[in-house]
């Protein structure tokens, strides 16, 4: 049996934190800054946990 890869789009968009959930950022932050209010701006640099939904899924994408 072959080794199973890892997909690479996301391990490059998800980490694990130390109690094994999966970080993700929030988006919304690249362009079309000027309408945006600074407290919405400074709240999308804040990372967040993704879904308990797609825990799952996510989780054979990230397998090592």
Do not use: E, Q, W
Not at 9 to 19: L, N, P
Not at 38 to 46: F, I, Y
Not at 49 to 54: C, F, M, R, V, W
Request: hydrophobic share 30%.
């Amino acid at each position: 049996m072959p080794k199973i890869k890892t997909n690479r789009a996301a391990a490059k968009r998800f980490s694990t934190t130390g109690g094994n959930k999966i970080r993700r950022n929030k988006s919304y932050s690249s362009h079309i800054l000027t309408k945006k209010s600074t407290k919405r701006k400074r709240n999308l640099r804040k990372s967040a946990l993704i879904a308990s939904s797609d825990v799952k899924s996510a989780r054979k994408l990230l397998v090592k």
